[in-house]
């Protein structure tokens, strides 16, 4: 029997609310518009249950992303952004306490937006991982290539913490390089409480793309987490500016065929469903 499927990356906004100022250039113009838990219904049929992830650093997105995850039944958990440098454990308060709080799964911060490569090493911040350690939450990684040092030092410096690195890290996958993010992305593996996502790699790759284009990073990843520590994310509607829906599930399906039935489940959702704590 096969397990339930699970997103375990997605996201929601409406610009007409927030302001998305990264949605202003000329290259995310395709996704420059609303999108609501029904358009996550109807461009994610034969998922069972997502996992809505931050994208502003506003504690009151989180907060209505929330209250968006219980009134919409196939949303099971939201990663949220705090002030990891601020009021941490207040902020974690607020949102727990919050309409949905018993849905936050996670945190996130916009790292790879940090112009400090060693962001995650500083003293205040693990302070901020700390109080995401206490409260019994995830922490999600978003960084590129260059910040993989200080990513090390952070998963080091907490090892109680589950870390969750998405888009595998954004590997650059464009030009066709995998070094030396594949002997990073090992170096993180080695550490038992990180765990990856297999999601963005169509953005990385960007348009016209192949499934064998993503292969050696897919690839890369088995090796080195094996699966399960791995989990399967959409990156919707980000995605849309590379691919469909459905193209970015079923290539990500093409990715893990040599694995056997059990594997595969773990990757499509028993992963992300014992990770971030999703109710059945």
Known sequence: MTGRRVDAHHHLWQTSVRRHAWLDGDDTAAIRRDYTPADLRAAAPGIDATVLVQVLPDLEESVEFLATAAAEPLIAGVVGWIDLTGSPSRDIERLRSAPGGELLSGIRHLVQA??????????????????????????DLLVVP???PAAITAVRALPDLTFVLDH??????????????????????REPNVVAKLSGLVTEAGRPWRVEDLRPYAETALEAFGPDRLMLGSDWPV????????????????????????????????TASRVYGLAP
């Open 114 to 139: 940090e112009p400090d490569p060693r962001w995650l090493a500083r003293h205040d911040v693990l302070g901020g991982l700390a109080a995401v350690r206490d409260a019994g939450l995830v922490y």
């Open 168 to 189: 595998l890290g954004k590997p650059p996958i464009a030009s066709g390089e995998l070094e030396p993010w594949a002997t990073d992305l090992a170096t993180l593996a």
């Open 146 to 148: 260059h910040q993989f």
């Open 239 to 270: 995605c849309l500016l590379a691919g469909t829906y459905a193209e970015v599930m079923a290539a990500a399906d093409s990715l893990i065929d040599g694995l056997t039935p059990a594997e595969r489940d773990a990757v499509r959702g028993g």
